[in-house]
C-alpha cells in the first residue's frame, strides 16, 4: 500500500476510534441538558448547533434502529408530525439540536452515504464517498431516487434495473456488496465509517 493510502487510512481509523470514544460523552451530555430551552437568547448555541450536530445525529440513530429503518426508506419523513407523534424520542431530539434538520438540508446525500457505509464491506473513506457522489452527480435520476430511499442501496433488484449503479458498486471495493440483505450488518460497530 502507498505511504499516502496508509496515513489515509489510518486516519479514517483514528476518526472511527474518536467517534466511538466520544460517545459515551456525548450521550450523557444529551441527558444531562435535557429539552432546549426555548427562553434562550437568538444567538445561543446548543449542542445540536455545534460542528457535530450530525455525529450526535449518528449516535442516536445507532440506539433507534426502529427510527433509522424508517429514515432510510424515507428521510423526508423525519420533519412529519404524524411521525414524530409516533416518535416522540425524536421530537424531543430535534427539539434539543433544532440546527441538525439544517445541517441534513445541506448534506442532502447524508442518509445515502450512512446506508452505502452500511452495505460496503469495508469502511467507507471520504474520497470513497467523494467518488460516489461525483458518479451520482452524473446519474442525476438515480441521485434524486437514493436521496428519497437510501434503503435501494440494499435491493437486489434495484441494483439490478440499475447496471450502471450496480457496476459502479463492484468496481469499488469499498461498496463491492451492495445489494446483498446481511443482518449481521446492522450492528452498531460494523455501521460506522
Not at 434503503?151 to 469499498?174: G, I, T, V
Amino acid at each position: 500500500m502507498h505511504p499516502a493510502g496508509k496515513i489515509r487510512s489510518a486516519l479514517g481509523v483514528a476518526t472511527a476510534l474518536c467517534a466511538l470514544a466520544l460517545r459515551p460523552a456525548l450521550l450523557a451530555e444529551d441527558r444531562a441538558n435535557g429539552p432546549a430551552n426555548p427562553t434562550a437568547p437568538a444567538g445561543a448555541t446548543s449542542p445540536g448547533q455545534a460542528p457535530g450536530g450530525l455525529l450526535r445525529f449518528e449516535l442516536f440513530l445507532d440506539q433507534h434502529p426502529n427510527i433509522e429503518a424508517r429514515l432510510a426508506e424515507n428521510p423526508a419523513i423525519l420533519n412529519n408530525q404524524a411521525f414524530q407523534r409516533n416518535h416522540p424520542v425524536i421530537a424531543q431530539f430535534l427539539a434539543r439540536h433544532p440546527a441538525i434538520g439544517a445541517e441534513l438540508a445541506a448534506q442532502p446525500r447524508w442518509f445515502v452515504h450512512r446506508e452505502l457505509a452500511r452495505v460496503s464491506a469495508a469502511p467507507v473513506t471520504r474520497e470513497q464517498l467523494a467518488g460516489f457522489d461525483h458518479f451520482l452527480d452524473l446519474h442525476p435520476g438515480l441521485d434524486r431516487l437514493l436521496v428519497q430511499h437510501p434503503r435501494l442501496l440494499q435491493r437486489a433488484e434495484f441494483l439490478h434495473n440499475n447496471p450502471e449503479l450496480h457496476e459502479y458498486l463492484k468496481r469499488h471495493p469499498a461498496a463491492d456488496r451492495a445489494g446483498e440483505f446481511r443482518p449481521e450488518r446492522t450492528t452498531k460497530g460494523e455501521r460506522r465509517n
